[in-house]
């Protein structure tokens, strides 16, 4: 891969609790290995969810929100959650490619990455929404990579062995905010294998070779299209002023 210049990978690495025993940081460490030494300039931002310090997504944070579909107004209270928000999301929009680590929980994922997903996923910011045209993701030019583990689950087992609300809520999801390159690694029969060990060995050898896919996409500006500037922290528009892309009710 020529080495083109710097191209930020934002890490969720760690979104397992479990440290070295982590399954999923097994599939996503080699990854970012091979990536990092095949384009040294690439700055790796790692994002440990379990270990920073992420506010709750409480009433006020709420009411910003939706004050973007019509709902209430903005406040000196809202506005400043919604500072904070926009602080936390420009963190991940400045990235260009998205490497998760993503345990199965309870059939869905973690609620540490689901708390970080409904952080960061808002108006204007990730999204945009039209009453006609509906949703329309705001990210352009970015890719995602996804390593996903499970200890029951395995694709095609019995659905007494549960069912996948994880790569199938964090696809759309990554779809949704406009990721169109997506590729993921799957290890995820733990109990189903007769060989876990070699199961795994492959997987991992499937994470490394991912980075041969990586794709380098043309550089354009972030181009957000709803209400807010791509540098500094975000203010939102006066609530009298239209929003073209975020307008109407969810209701
Ligand atoms: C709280 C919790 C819930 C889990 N729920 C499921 C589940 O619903 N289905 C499943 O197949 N495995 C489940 N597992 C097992 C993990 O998905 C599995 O151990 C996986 O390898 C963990 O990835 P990690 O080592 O990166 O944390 C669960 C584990 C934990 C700790």
Redesign the pocket.
Known sequence: MRDTGLRRSHCCSL????GD??????LANPYLAERKARQPSVQIDALDLWQEDRPEFDGDKAAAKMTFFGLGEMNNETQSAWDQIATITQRFTDADEYVF?V??????V?YKLKQYIDIITQPGLLFGFDPEAGYSGLLENKVARVFY??????PGASAK??SDYQSSYLSWWLEFIGISEIRDVR??P??LTGDPLGDQKAAIERSVELVSQYRLLPRRPLGLRGSFTKSGPAVARPMTEPRPRIAGSIA
Do not use: E, H, I
């Not at 025993?21 to 097994?26: F, I, M």
């Open positions: 979104a397992s609790p479990r025993n982590s399954q999923s940081s097994k680590s345990p199965m929980w309870n059939c869905g973690d583990t499970a200890g029951v689950y395995a062995y549960g290890f995820q733990s109990l």
